[in-house]
């Protein structure tokens, strides 16, 4: 792992407090924040998380953190997230598939922090793959609305078939160039089938 994944994780560890509830994001930084967490709740910190992903719940539940579901809590204090690539303004996430569940968490957090290393930081304009969660049934539809994009369900590589969200959705993969990434978000939202972006 990078050192530059360690210290954005540690950075945002600076953050937590006794008594908290967390949002726990996904990816690689966000793999080494649960782990450096874990650290402190075996030296007695006590928190509550809440997971985007369940292969965050699993590794939270690991270094022996207590999980529980958003109905179990009264408000997120804190999360902690990755993302793809990120401006000063905005972000792209998605690249693990859970894109929907990471923007509910991260929506209601009281605050929300981002940790990316150096080479996710990209100039004023986003560019590359957007990420799309489709109901299956829509996914054909959705794509011809997006066919400049080049639109792609996400294909698994340890499976056979479509890379399944943890909500039973598909993810489709489109290539975009971002001028005005609200105005993309609040069009993309308004075609039938996408359940986020």
């Known amino acids: 792992m990078s050192l530059a994944k360690i210290n954005a994780a540690k950075a945002a560890l600076a ?6 509830c967390i ?3 996904s990816g690689t930084t ?3 924040f649960i782990k450096l ?6 030296k007695g910190l006590k928190v509550t998380c809440v997971t985007t992903s369940f292969d965050s719940r699993m590794l939270a539940i690991e270094n022996g953190i207590f999980v529980t579901e958003t109905d179990a809590i009264e408000e997120i204090d804190l999360a902690v997230d990755g993302a793809d690539s990120v401006t000063k303004t905005a972000l792209l996430k998605g690249g693990g598939g859970a894109l929907t569940r990471e923007k509910i968490i991260d929506y209601n957090a009281k605050k929300f922090i981002v940790i990316v290393d150096e080479g996710k930081v990209q100039d004023r304009t986003l560019r590359g793959e957007v990420s799309l969660e489709v109901l299956p049934f829509a996914a054909p539809l959705v794509m011809r609305q997006l066919k400049k994009s080049n639109p792609r369900i996400r294909m698994a590589k340890a499976k056979l078939g479509p890379v399944i969200s943890d909500n039973g959705s598909f993810i489709i993969d489109c290539d975009m160039v971002l001028e005005n990434p609200k105005e993309t978000e609040r069009s993309l939202k308004s075609i039938p ?3 986020e972006n």
Do not use: A, S
């Open 15 to 20: 953050y937590v407090k006794d008594g908290m």
């Open 37 to 42: 967490l874990g650290e402190k709740v075996r």
């Open 30 to 32: 966000v793999k080494e």
């Open 23 to 25: 949002g726990l994001g």
């Open 193 to 195: 089938g996408i359940i």
